[in-house]
């Protein structure tokens, strides 16, 4: 099989973890009213949200537990059995009886799902690109942009069928159909990615590799996820607060006559094409020079961007901007991270930096900025945090020449 189409069946079950996960805050209000028993439906959109951050919760788990036979075993492998876990655990969620059917038994079966999806997706995109980077030493940036044009694929693919159901069908619909199709399609996605990874094969370099015994030193094994765990947080929260929480931050605090779904769209788009534009000239460029570059061109855009959308003013330019940039940063900081371990741990290197850097700076964000606003009364909230942890990664690329191997 030709190496390319290797690296592109590795990475489509990425695209899932976006699509079911952005699906699942888009709908946040809808699952919210169907999984859970308050009568204001604030409140069950917090729940929704906070069985959102558990189940980035169990992630690292996945990544400790799936890294582990990754990088002792199979790469392939292992990705063939989470593939499956998430086509039960979204199966399942499509076709799960609510709260008035079934009772509490709902959001307990809701929740457990939400967790074995957790579990699977926490090694779907370290053991991706880990094997991408193995199988093409010399274009690891344009490979690992293919991984995560998958990844936006996957927003691409929500926002598509969000922006679908909200022209074209009911406000009735899509509560009581429309997240239940959005599930079953995530589900049909699973089971073909599944038949297409029943074709490939792990890299021989990684065979040779992983029977090589070289043992990794545990105070520099954590040294350097905490650095790559700083490394992923700007991308956690500038993705979260872009492109899953803004469209319960739009209805709830902004008044404003900004068509949503159709900018998501167009963002998500952009950025799939961008991923790959910018792996490729990563591979050219010093990566560590192109992240920190990015990150002060963000660090001037978002403010525009917030002060835009409060205003009602338009936000199309300042979105789209910062979605290519989301674009060309993704492949950068993988790299980097991936390469500072080596080979009998870059599933598990990578695996823990990505999930707990989602963990910290993705998974509690939307409910924690809720929060935050409804304390503080202050709706540029969101804006200070995604200003924090691009300090928090510059810090981190800093501090990555001395982790590097």
């Known amino acids: ?28 209000s809808v699952i919210g ?16 949200f906070l069985v959102f951050a558990g189940s980035y ?58 967790c074995i999806q957790g579990i699977a997706i ?53 509560s009581e159909y429309g997240w239940r199709v959005a599930f079953l399609l995530g589900a049909v996605f699973t089971f073909f990615i599944y038949f297409l990874r029943k074709g490939v094969t792990d890299n021989y370099d990684f065979l040779v590799d992983k029977d090589s015994g070289v043992k990794e030193d545990l105070k520099t094994f954590f040294k350097r996820i ?23 931050f739009y209805k709830e605090y902004v008044n404003a006559s900004v068509d949503i779904s159709e900018l998501l769209l167009i963002g998500s788009i952009i950025m799939t094409v961008s991923c790959i534009i910018g792996g490729f000239i990563s591979d050219y460029v010093s990566k560590k020079k192109m992240m920190a570059l990015l990150l002060i061109i963000t660090l001037a855009i978002i403010p525009i961007f917030y002060k835009n959308l409060l205003e009602a003013n338009n936000v199309f330019g300042p979105f789209i901007a910062i979605s290519i940039i989301l674009g060309f940063i993704a492949p950068t900081y993988n790299v980097i991270i991936v390469n500072m371990f080596k080979p009998s741990y870059k599933c598990r290197g990578l695996g823990i930096s990505y999930n707990f850097g989602y963990l910290i700076f993705s998974s509690p964000i939307p409910l924690v900025s809720m929060l ?29 020449r001395k982790a590097t191997i």
Not at 65 to 86: C, H, M
Not at 226 to 248: C, D, E, H, K, R
Request: overall charge neutral.
């Open 1 to 28: 099989m030709n190496n390319y189409k290797k690296v592109l069946f590795a990475s489509l079950g990425g695209a899932f973890e976006y699509y079911d996960f952005a699906i699942y805050a888009i709908f946040a």
């Open 33 to 48: 009213s169907r999984f859970f028993d308050f009568s204001n439906s604030a409140t069950n959109t917090l729940m929704v």
């Open 57 to 114: 919760f169990v992630k690292p788990f996945g990544a400790i537990f799936f890294g582990y036979f990754g990088d002792k075993y199979s790469r392939i492998a292992v990705l063939r059995v989470t593939i499956i876990l998430l086509f039960i655990s979204t199966l399942g969620m499509a076709l799960l009886p609510d709260i008035n059917q079934i009772g509490i038994w709902a959001t307990i079966l809701f929740v457990i799902f939400r």
């Open 122 to 174: 926490g090694a779907e995109i370290p053991i991706a690109v880990t094997y991408s980077t193995e199988s093409f030493p010399n274009r690891q940036g344009l490979v690992t942009g293919i991984v995560f044009s998958c990844l936006s694929l996957g927003i691409m693919m929500t926002t598509l069928v969000f922006f679908m159901m909200t022209k074209f069908t009911s406000s009735e619909f899509i």
């Open 226 to 248: 905490f650095v790559g765990i700083a490394l992923v947080s700007s991308v956690a929260m500038i993705m979260t607060q872009l492109y899953m929480f803004l469209p319960a």
């Open 372 to 400: 935050l606003i409804n304390m503080t009364g202050s709706i540029f909230i969101p804006m200070l945090l995604i200003v924090a942890t691009i300090v928090i990664s510059m810090f981190g690329l800093v501090v990555s």
